[in-house]
């Protein structure tokens, strides 16, 4: 039962309605709110200025809206804001990585919003600020850096920022001995170069005018931009493009991928202008990623069937599919995710029974160890060696409870050093906090796991309010790492939990596949049943759960709004991807060619159009009841376009039922990420919390 009387009644904007249709497959669909989408989508996502008059007056109608209906939020927000400013050591610093003669990091200023990038002599001495964000971003209403990847002699930077949110970033080479950019200037790009071995130059991806990573340019230091030379073109619009070079400084690597099949093709450093050579030549459903060891590649792939992926080598003079060899053998249900070549050793990261793992292989001896942890749910990451010929990786490790520790590992020894434990200025206590790790029975029988956190002193009677995070495609896995921005809830009083649903790889890849394309449902039935859990176990119950999910998990809040909105106290959908068939039928947008093999190709299949159709959620609104709504949007979002939540949020307010109010928020001046600087988006994230709090009557209450 949401609290009908939490929003002052305002009345809500309302979208001019100018119907067009579209038939396919004998299916003819009325879009009455398409005006929404500027014709000038392109030129807007470089100039926001450009954007139409009637549309941009709609859309501050509805910032006015949502601003009115929070008002009584606004010191909410600001304590929220202040509370996860507080535990964000402002004047927080990377530990350096060793490289050559330097160690390379980044830090923040007291109250500065973008990050430093510094380096110091490589056994530490004097700090040489080599990129200071703050400055570079003066007078910018949006700013993020890009790549920063210096030379190999250590001389130069190529580094790189977006100016819109759009993700068109520009690339400068800085000279690091006098700390001044040279006058070479390169837009529309991926947003990083790849260095030659004589550092005279470097590698990129140029996108084009619809956001497509097309081709791979050269591009020469002192030369005009404009005469950059072609290195390599994908003319297929279905695939995605990326460059990157080796820690040995003699390889780099063309990746060419969509979400189930990938291509490489290589280039020496010292020769960047040669025709790049082919490894294996691309076939559907065949996926390898490449990786640097010497006189081998090592090759992660899941060639012959090897779903969960295995490890195989090529010789570096013929890597041809033909030379792979296996030397990590297929393990079914344990998934590995990504290898990290060295002089003696070979890295994995891997997941097994949900939980990731980090295995050192002796390249001499064949030997393994795993690196140890005893927490029932945590995250790792692997940050490598910017070095090859090292015995020395770093890893990251974290929970729900235990903040962000950093490690030196020495492979050969297996010795652990603790370089850095992330501070939290305003004091973290764990044994405040108690975390849980639990198994949820879907609909068809399937066990979805939940990571929750909760304060020690919470009643697990039903009353408390929950806030249920969930994402659900692509594969990717939400960590359960540590995230002090939660605590503002937990320490209120909710239960702060993530659903690892259908869709990601939490339980291997065959739960991914299991969630997408026709058996997609799975993914939202996943949620709801995770919803339906937390309540019978009393943790919570449903008139108190406030969804959360961005982008591709803003869908899973539309359908699940649409499906089970009684599940639900309240939905926060950021970046939501909701107008999925339409965005799928309009082969002109950045993204759709490549997300066909995510979603299906309903152009061509009229069984990938009905899959779609059944469940997106634009198209499955319906006269019913819904909870309050909050969507979150960004109008330059080369990614989910700002017209898909504006004409969702329109629908909406048409057909439901209920006095419960639908609010749009959308920043004027960001794309995908939201807002560029670090305490600038926890404004942001203040703002959905206060809602999440509204929306289940605890904006009153006090932090424990």
């Known amino acids: 039962?949401?609290?009908?009387?939490?929003?002052?009644?305002?009345?809500?904007?309302?979208?001019?309605?100018?119907?067009?249709?579209?038939?396919?497959?004998?299916?003819?669909?009325?879009?009455?709110?398409?005006?929404?989408?500027?014709?000038?989508?392109?030129?807007?996502?470089?100039?926001?200025?450009?954007?139409?008059?009637?549309?941009?007056?709609?859309?501050?109608?509805?910032?006015?809206?949502?601003?009115?209906?929070?008002?009584?939020?606004?010191?909410?927000?600001?304590?929220?804001?202040?509370?996860?400013?507080?535990?964000?050591?402002?004047?927080?610093?990377?530990?350096?990585?060793?490289?050559?003669?330097?160690?390379?990091?980044?830090?923040?200023?007291?109250?500065?919003?973008?990050?430093?990038?510094?380096?110091?002599?490589?056994?530490?001495?004097?700090?040489?600020?080599?990129?200071?964000?703050?400055?570079?971003?003066?007078?910018?209403?949006?700013?993020?850096?890009?790549?920063?990847?210096?030379?190999?002699?250590?001389?130069?930077?190529?580094?790189?920022?977006?100016?819109?949110?759009?993700?068109?970033?520009?690339?400068?080479?800085?000279?690091?001995?006098?700390?001044?950019?040279?006058?070479?200037?390169?837009?529309?790009?991926?947003?990083?170069?790849?260095?030659?071995?004589?550092?005279?130059?470097?590698?990129?991806?140029?996108?084009?005018?619809?956001?497509?990573?097309?081709?791979?340019?050269?591009?020469?230091?002192?030369?005009?931009?404009?005469?950059?030379?072609?290195?390599?073109?994908?003319?297929?619009?279905?695939?995605?493009?990326?460059?990157?070079?080796?820690?040995?400084?003699?390889?780099?690597?063309?990746?060419?991928?969509?979400?189930?099949?990938?291509?490489?093709?290589?280039?020496?450093?010292?020769?960047?202008?040669?025709?790049?050579?082919?490894?294996?030549?691309?076939?559907?459903?065949?996926?390898?990623?490449?990786?640097?060891?010497?006189?081998?590649?090592?090759?992660?792939?899941?060639?012959?069937?090897?779903?969960?992926?295995?490890?195989?080598?090529?010789?570096?003079?013929?890597?041809?599919?033909?030379?792979?060899?296996?030397?990590?053998?297929?393990?079914?249900?344990?998934?590995?995710?990504?290898?990290?070549?060295?002089?003696?050793?070979?890295?994995?990261?891997?997941?097994?029974?949900?939980?990731?793992?980090?295995?050192?292989h002796d390249r001499a001896t064949a030997e393994e160890h795993l690196i140890s942890f005893e927490e029932e749910a945590f995250s790792l990451g692997l940050a490598g060696s910017y070095e090859y010929d090292t015995d020395t990786i770093r890893f990251s490790y974290s929970s729900m409870t235990t903040p962000s520790q950093l490690f030196d590992y020495n492979m050969r020894t297996r010795e652990r050093v603790l370089l850095k434990t992330q501070e939290v200025p305003s004091g973290h206590d764990p044994a405040r906090y108690v975390t849980r790790r639990l198994m949820a029975p879907s609909h068809d029988g399937e066990l979805v796991p939940i990571s929750l956190i909760h304060h020690r002193d919470t009643p697990l009677d039903g009353s408390a309010p929950c806030l249920l995070y969930g994402y659900g495609s692509y594969g990717i896995t939400i960590p359960a790492g540590f995230n002090t921005n939660c605590l503002s809830l937990v320490d209120r009083g909710f239960v702060y939990a993530i659903a690892h649903i259908r869709g990601g790889k939490d339980k291997g890849y065959a739960w991914y596949e299991d969630g997408k394309r026709e058996k997609k449902t799975n993914t939202f039935l996943d949620f709801i049943a995770a919803a339906r859990h937390l309540a019978g176990e009393h943790y919570t119950a449903h008139d108190r759960i406030v969804a959360q999910g961005g982008s591709a998990g803003g869908m899973l809040m539309g359908a699940v709004a649409n499906m089970a909105p009684e599940a639900f106290g309240g939905i926060v959908a950021e970046v939501p991807f909701v107008d999925v068939l339409t965005t799928m039928l309009d082969d002109t947008l950045p993204l759709t060619p490549p997300e066909w093999p995510e979603w299906g190709n309903p152009i061509t299949s009229e069984a990938d159009y009905k899959t779609i159709a059944a469940y997106s959620p634009y198209d499955n609104v319906a006269p019913r009841s819904y909870p309050p709504i909050l969507a979150v949007a960004g109008l330059t979002d080369p990614r989910v376009t700002y017209w898909e939540p504006a004409k969702w949020v329109a629908r909406l307010r048409k057909l439901k039922l209920d006095n419960h109010p639908v609010l749009f928020k959308i920043n004027m001046d960001a794309g995908h990420a939201g807002a560029s600087g670090r305490f600038s988006r926890l404004e942001e994230i203040a703002f959905t919390y206060a809602f999440a709090l509204k929306v289940t009557g605890k904006a009153s209450a006090d932090p424990a």
């Open 1 to 360: 039962m949401t609290r009908a009387g939490t929003f002052p009644d305002i009345e809500s904007p309302r979208s001019e309605e100018r119907p067009t249709t579209d038939t396919r497959h004998g299916v003819t669909r009325t879009d009455e709110f398409s005006w929404l989408r500027a014709e000038n989508w392109q030129d807007v996502f470089r100039d926001p200025s450009l954007l139409d008059a009637a549309i941009r007056s709609h859309l501050e109608a509805e910032n006015a809206y949502q601003t009115a209906l929070m008002a009584d939020t606004v010191d909410l927000q600001k304590r929220l804001f202040q509370e996860m400013k507080g535990r964000i050591k402002e004047d927080d610093s990377s530990v350096p990585m060793k490289d050559g003669p330097f160690a390379y990091g980044s830090s923040f200023k007291k109250g500065g919003e973008q990050p430093r990038f510094f380096r110091t002599p490589r056994d530490g001495g004097t700090q040489q600020i080599i990129l200071d964000g703050d400055a570079e971003a003066e007078g910018k209403a949006y700013f993020r850096i890009g790549g920063v990847d210096h030379s190999s002699d250590h001389k130069r930077l190529v580094w790189a920022f977006d100016d819109k949110g759009s993700e068109f970033y520009t690339l400068h080479v800085r000279d690091l001995a006098d700390g001044k950019d040279l006058a070479d200037v390169v837009p529309d790009t991926g947003g990083s170069g790849v260095w030659n071995a004589a550092n005279d130059g470097f590698l990129y991806t140029r996108l084009d005018q619809n956001h497509r990573p097309s081709k791979i340019l050269f591009h020469k230091l002192g030369a005009d931009h404009a005469n950059d030379r072609l290195v390599y073109e994908e003319t297929d619009p279905g695939f995605f493009m990326n460059v990157s070079g080796s820690r040995r400084n003699d390889w780099i690597f063309i990746g060419i991928n969509d979400h189930e099949t990938s291509e490489y093709r290589l280039l020496r450093t010292a020769d960047p202008l040669a025709e790049p050579h082919l490894v294996a030549a691309r076939e559907t459903g065949l996926q390898y990623d490449l990786e640097e060891g010497g006189d081998i590649f090592f090759i992660l792939t899941n060639a012959d069937g090897a779903k969960d992926f295995k490890i195989m080598t090529a010789p570096v003079g013929a890597p041809g599919r033909a030379n792979w060899k296996e030397l990590v053998a297929h393990e079914p249900g344990r998934l590995i995710l990504s290898v990290m070549g060295f002089q003696d050793f070979m890295v994995r990261l891997e997941r097994k029974d949900g939980l990731p793992r980090i295995v050192i």
